[in-house]
């Protein structure tokens, strides 16, 4: 209930914000003339007319609010005649949000989102079409895997892509030492079989007592289907098949071998701790700092921001590349910019979003994020490719992202979070087969997606 009142208390403050602004004009002073003969007269001078675009941003930490705000401010300053207002929102309520804006036409100019519910909202007629406003040079500088989760089957573009993140695993170096472990390197990155075995070795009963104290990695499986989802490109699946213009949730061998290997390492092997499946990725972090577990395998390139602020100081991390099953392919969402279709100055905001992700302000806002940027001039800057904090391995990471078959699926997001997430906490409890799970899912997903077919 308050999570509601709180929605439509929001609702009512951005509907008002955004009723109050478009087209202002701006009152000059007049200037004073002295005639000939020495009289004065005021110049009447004509009204500028001033565009102001309204940017729902979902940035969330300091650095990155201000950097934004910075950008807003210079692109002001140099652009008199369209200026740009900022306007927080919040990630937990931006789809309802959204929504509603959509269903009153009250829309903010440009807004920050993620490219599945792009996808969504652009075949519900929601957004404008940017096609023929991206210039070449954007066009060509952004990577093409970026630009394909954004693009719909007609070849029409609704969003901007502009940060992206692939998953890494981190380790804890002082560890790996005392075992002489070699990390694996980006030209010869470890499988998922070499992996098991590095976290057997590592898993130890410390003090004898009986008991592991130091398990060899550490899953986060709270809310496990993101994750899933996206390593299963690299096991030859993908959940989602498209049959006679439908989509359809299959589990076949490729998404089962996945299924099965992190179970085993549960259960088999023992070398992943069970507390993992009631924590997130970030809640595993303060086990990593402890020694508790080896390694976080799979967590996205943002969590090593959470090292640097967290971890105590002489704490001896790194970055190993992402895993390899039958490739290294990852599925990865992007973040957008885009522009609602009833947005009056489509053509001005879309000015302002190529200034806002020149190459310069879109590497600052991808390194504030701990994510990468989608421009390839951006990505080549030094501060993506030092040694430091991992960039370098992390960054090499991007060549095996790749756009996911789920993320054209009408009704995707609804699957996600009422089928997938916690059939596969059912099943990573040892409460279901692999078998069991997989029916589960596959029928319990496509009568969700059928109400949307």
Same mark, same amino acid.
């Given at each position: 209930?308050?999570?509601?009142?709180? %929605? $439509?208390?929001?609702?009512?403050?951005?509907?008002?914000? #955004?009723?109050?602004?478009?087209?202002?004009? !701006?009152?000059?002073?007049?200037?004073?003339?002295?005639?000939?003969?020495?009289?004065?007269?005021?110049?009447?001078?004509?009204? !500028?007319?001033?565009?102001?675009?309204?940017?729902?941003? %979902?940035?969330?930490?300091?650095?990155?609010?201000?950097?934004?705000?910075?950008?807003? +401010?210079? @692109?002001?300053?140099?652009?008199?005649?369209?200026?740009?207002?900022?306007?927080?929102?919040?990630?937990?309520?931006?789809?309802?949000?959204?929504?509603?804006?959509?269903? !009153?036409?009250?829309?903010?100019?440009?807004?920050?989102?993620?490219?599945?519910?792009?996808?969504?909202?652009?075949?519900?007629?929601?957004? &404008?079409?940017?096609?023929?406003?991206?210039?070449?040079?954007?066009?060509?500088?952004?990577?093409?895997?970026?630009?394909?989760?954004?693009?719909?089957?007609?070849?029409?573009?609704?969003?901007?892509?502009?940060? @992206?993140?692939?998953?890494?695993?981190?380790?804890?170096?002082?560890?790996?030492?005392?075992?002489?472990?070699?990390?694996?390197?980006?030209?010869?990155?470890?499988?998922?079989?070499?992996?098991?075995?590095?976290?057997?070795?590592?898993?130890?009963?410390?003090?004898?007592?009986?008991?592991?104290?130091?398990?060899?990695?550490?899953?986060?499986?709270?809310?496990?289907?993101?994750?899933?989802? +996206? %390593?299963?490109?690299?096991?030859?699946?993908?959940? !989602?098949?498209?049959?006679?213009?439908?989509?359809?949730?299959?589990?076949?061998?490729?998404?089962?071998?996945?299924?099965?290997?992190?179970? &085993?390492?549960?259960?088999?092997?023992?070398?992943?701790? =069970?507390?993992?499946?009631?924590?997130?990725?970030?809640?595993?972090?303060?086990?990593?700092?402890?020694?508790?577990? &080896?390694?976080?395998?799979?967590?996205?390139?943002?969590?090593?921001?959470?090292?640097?602020?967290? &971890?105590?100081?002489?704490?001896? @991390?790194?970055? $190993?590349?992402?895993?390899?099953?039958?490739?290294?392919?990852?599925?990865?969402?992007?973040?957008? %910019?885009?522009?609602?279709?009833?947005?009056?100055?489509?053509?001005?905001?879309?000015? #302002?979003?190529? #200034?806002?992700?020149?190459?310069?302000?879109?590497?600052? =806002?991808?390194?504030?994020?701990?994510?990468?940027?989608?421009?390839?001039?951006?990505?080549?800057?030094?501060?993506?490719?030092?040694?430091?904090?991992?960039?370098?391995?992390?960054?090499?990471?991007?060549?095996?992202?790749?756009?996911?078959?789920?993320?054209?699926?009408?009704?995707?997001?609804? #699957?996600?979070?009422?089928?997938?997430?916690?059939?596969?906490?059912?099943?990573?409890?040892?409460? $279901?087969?692999?078998?069991?799970?997989?029916?589960?899912?596959?029928?319990?997903?496509? +009568?969700?997606?059928?109400?949307?077919?």
């Amino acid at each position: 209930m308050r999570s509601k009142i709180l %929605l $439509l208390v929001l609702m009512l403050i951005f509907t008002s914000f #955004f009723s109050l602004i478009g087209c202002a004009p !701006v009152e000059e002073e007049p200037a004073v003339v002295e005639k000939a003969d020495g009289e004065k007269e005021e110049e009447v001078e004509e009204e !500028v007319e001033v565009i102001e675009l309204t940017y729902l941003s %979902l940035a969330w930490q300091e650095e990155v609010i201000e950097a934004k705000k910075d950008i807003i +401010n210079t @692109w002001n300053e140099k652009n008199p005649n369209i200026q740009v207002k900022y306007v927080q929102g919040d990630w937990g309520s931006i789809h309802d949000f959204m929504i509603t804006s959509f269903a !009153v036409g009250n829309v903010p100019s440009i807004f920050h989102y993620y490219s599945t519910p792009i996808v969504d909202f652009a075949g519900r007629d929601f957004l &404008a079409d940017l096609t023929p406003l991206i210039t070449d040079e954007m066009k060509n500088d952004v990577f093409e895997g970026a630009w394909t989760s954004v693009r719909l089957p007609d070849e029409k573009i609704y969003g901007i892509p502009f940060l @992206w993140e692939s998953r890494i695993t981190l380790y804890n170096k002082d560890i790996f030492e005392e075992a002489n472990i070699t990390p694996p390197t980006i030209e010869d990155p470890w499988t998922w079989d070499e992996m098991r075995e590095v976290a057997k070795e590592l898993t130890v009963d410390k003090d004898n007592d009986g008991k592991i104290d130091q398990w060899g990695a550490g899953f986060g499986l709270r809310k496990p289907a993101g994750m899933m989802l +996206n %390593l299963s490109l690299g096991f030859g699946g993908g959940f !989602v098949k498209e049959e006679d213009g439908k989509h359809i949730i299959e589990v076949g061998e490729a998404e089962k071998n996945l299924m099965r290997t992190l179970k &085993a390492m549960l259960y088999e092997d023992k070398s992943t701790t =069970l507390d993992g499946i009631g924590l997130s990725g970030t809640k595993m972090l303060p086990g990593f700092y402890e020694g508790k577990w &080896a390694m976080i395998p799979v967590i996205g390139v943002w969590a090593r921001h959470r090292v640097t602020t967290d &971890a105590p100081a002489d704490f001896n @991390w790194g970055v $190993l590349p992402p895993l390899k099953a039958v490739t290294q392919a990852q599925g990865a969402s992007t973040q957008t %910019l885009s522009i609602p279709k009833d947005a009056p100055h489509q053509e001005e905001a879309m000015q #302002f979003i190529n #200034f806002f992700l020149d190459t310069q302000n879109m590497a600052k =806002l991808a390194q504030g994020d701990w994510l990468f940027p989608t421009r390839k001039s951006s990505i080549e800057l030094p501060e993506f490719q030092t040694e430091e904090h991992g960039w370098d391995i992390a960054t090499a990471s991007v060549e095996h992202l790749k756009m996911g078959p789920w993320q054209l699926t009408p009704g995707f997001a609804e #699957f996600q979070s009422r089928v997938m997430n916690p059939v596969l906490v059912e099943f990573f409890h040892d409460r $279901l087969t692999v078998d069991e799970a997989a029916k589960r899912i596959e029928e319990e997903g496509n +009568n969700v997606l059928s109400e949307y077919q």
